[in-house]
């Protein structure tokens, strides 16, 4: 096989690999990379908040995008000035470095939360 040649082959292997990549991509999966890119462009040029959540536009959130301490609080459910304390120095945080809060798993319908009846008894407030 001459060098030529298997340029040829090589470039042919390549197109057809794009080709059934993006009919993929169009046909059984959802790309959200032109749905995010497109929204954020339509949201800079109504004057909305870049960084807030907007679910109806995309499925889901870019994961670096950088957040203002108020934003990234009501995300992490740490406050504002904890977050602060966190990340000296900065005016925002980035979504990826942003700590989450443990939350409580909810009770089964019905359930007493022993936990908190005792310590409400022991004089301690409620967790």
Do not use: C
Not at 26 to 36: D, E, H, P, Y
């Amino acid at each position: 096989m001459t060098a030529a040649r298997a340029r040829r082959w090589l470039l042919a292997l390549y197109l057809g690999s794009a080709a059934l990549v993006t009919l993929q991509q169009a046909v059984l999966g959802r790309s959200n990379n032109f749905r995010v890119v497109r929204s954020a462009s339509l949201n800079l040029l109504a004057g909305r908040d870049l960084y807030a959540a907007h679910a109806e536009q995309h499925f889901d959130f870019y994961k670096y995008s950088p957040l203002t301490f108020v934003h990234a609080a009501a995300e992490s459910g740490y406050s504002a000035a904890h977050l602060r304390r966190l990340f000296p120095a900065r005016k925002t945080v980035p979504r990826g470095s942003l700590p989450r809060k443990r939350t409580r798993l909810p009770l089964p319908h019905g359930e007493p939360d022993l936990a908190a009846m005792i310590l409400r008894r022991a004089g301690r407030s409620s967790v």
